[in-house]
């Protein structure tokens, strides 16, 4: 007969004697180790599963020197964007048997580097999505975190896979389709000094601008939230732009809804582009025109390659590059000197 400990609580040594083991034998079954004979294993599962017991996480923890549990970093969880990562990381790591731990810097990059050493001596792993801080701190932190995986960053410390979108591209894209639909006159209004995407989307108009010399492109202050965007709307009619690249999508929603409280129609008066593609981007009236980024896919990778270094495993593929999609939908459209062309 099988009795509880003083605490109640079925033990190591319960299981041990239901299964006629060692406690080191049954230790070995529960953390996983494969060296243990098949048949004995197996006795050793079905005592525990009869007896319901349950391994002490923290005990656990301490035998093993891992906790089971990763990290991430985000610059503002509010943003639908981080939020997809998240949910992609969480998901993929769960079918591991990891949880996520979750830091959120609420934009002030200052906070990140103590936020990144807190989160890693709780936990096996890191990833760092979109992080602001300098090139120069990044450098100088990244070797203390590892394992970890970047995420719109990259770093020169060996074995950190970077995951980065190619923001520059999908810019341009954006740029290239309100030209096409006869726009000269376009303001980007900027994301957070600080990103690194913000700076990848400005190279790439410089090459836009190159390009397009005949093409008026103002850059305007912006941020990346919805009151950035609506805060925007007296900055960008005085721009004289008809054709609008935001930061993201949210900016860009901002701004419509600024944009309609003003009388000014979208896209008949102004062409509104977004970028990231969030679950929201296709609902919006008018539905917006934007730069798709997988960004589910980002989180799940992210786990495949931190899952690679916690398990030192080769890593064939140390890093991603992804190109978003071009989505054209409703806010987009002919310029008014265009439309009157075709309809006057």
């Known amino acids: 007969m099988v009795r509880k400990s003083a605490t109640g609580r079925i033990g190591i040594a319960d299981v041990a004697v239901k299964?006629?083991?060692?406690?080191?034998?049954?230790?070995?079954?529960?953390?996983?180790n494969y060296t243990v004979d098949p048949e004995i294993a197996s006795r050793v599962r079905a005592a525990a599963a009869e007896l319901k017991y349950q391994p002490n996480p923290v005990g656990r923890s301490l035998a093993l020197g891992k906790t089971d549990t990763i990290g991430?970093?985000?610059?503002?969880?509010?943003?639908?964007?981080?939020?997809?990562?998240?949910?992609?990381?969480?998901?993929?790591?769960?079918?591991?048997?990891?949880?996520?731990?979750?830091?959120?810097?609420?934009?002030?990059?200052?906070?990140?580097?103590?936020?990144?050493?807190?989160?890693?001596?709780r936990c096996d792993g890191l990833v760092l999505c979109a992080p602001r801080m300098t090139d120069a701190e990044l450098e100088e932190i990244a070797p203390s975190l590892h394992p970890l995986v970047l995420i719109n960053r990259t770093t020169a410390t060996t074995g950190v896979p970077s995951l980065v979108v190619d923001y520059g591209q999908g810019v341009q894209d954006l740029a290239e389709h309100l030209v096409e639909l006869g726009h000269?006159?376009?303001?980007?209004?900027?994301?957070?000094?600080r990103s690194a995407s913000n700076g990848m989307r400005l190279q790439g108009l410089e090459t836009f601008k190159t390009a397009h010399p005949h093409v008026d492109v103002t850059m305007l202050e912006g941020g990346s939230d919805?009151?950035?965007?609506h805060e925007a709307v007296d900055a960008v009619l005085e721009s004289g732009a008809t054709g609008i690249l935001a930061f993201n999508d949210l900016v860009a929603?901002?701004?419509?809804?600024?944009?309609?409280?003003?009388?000014?129609?979208?896209?008949?008066?102004m062409s509104?582009?977004?970028?990231?593609?969030?679950?929201?981007?296709?609902?919006?009236?008018?539905?917006?025109?934007?730069?798709?980024?997988?960004?589910?896919e980002l989180g799940e990778q992210a786990w495949r390659q931190l899952r690679a270094l916690i398990r030192k495993e080769e890593n064939d593929a140390p890093g991603s590059r992804y190109q978003p999609r071009l989505e054209v939908r409703?806010?987009?459209?002919?310029?008014?000197?265009?439309?009157?062309?075709?309809?006057?």
């Not at 299964?19 to 529960?30: I, K, L, N």
């Not at 701004?255 to 008066?269: A, C, F, K």
């Not at 409703?330 to 006057?344: D, K, Q």
């Open 19 to 32: 299964a006629g083991v060692s406690h080191a034998t049954v230790s070995r079954v529960m953390n996983g």
């Open 184 to 193: 000269t006159r376009l303001a980007f209004l900027a994301g957070p000094p």
């Open 226 to 229: 919805f009151d950035t965007g």
């Open 330 to 344: 409703s806010s987009s459209g002919p310029a008014r000197a265009a439309r009157t062309a075709v309809h006057g």
């Open 272 to 296: 509104v582009t977004g970028f990231d593609d969030i679950p929201f981007a296709k609902y919006t009236t008018p539905a917006l025109t934007t730069a798709a980024v997988p960004i589910t």
């Open 72 to 121: 991430i970093v985000v610059p503002d969880l509010a943003n639908p964007t981080f939020q997809a990562i998240l949910r992609g990381l969480s998901r993929a790591a769960a079918q591991d048997g990891y949880r996520v731990l979750i830091a959120d810097s609420f934009e002030v990059s200052s906070e990140e580097a103590i936020l990144a050493g807190e989160a890693r001596r």
């Open 253 to 269: 929603m901002g701004l419509m809804s600024g944009l309609h409280e003003r009388g000014i129609n979208v896209p008949g008066d």
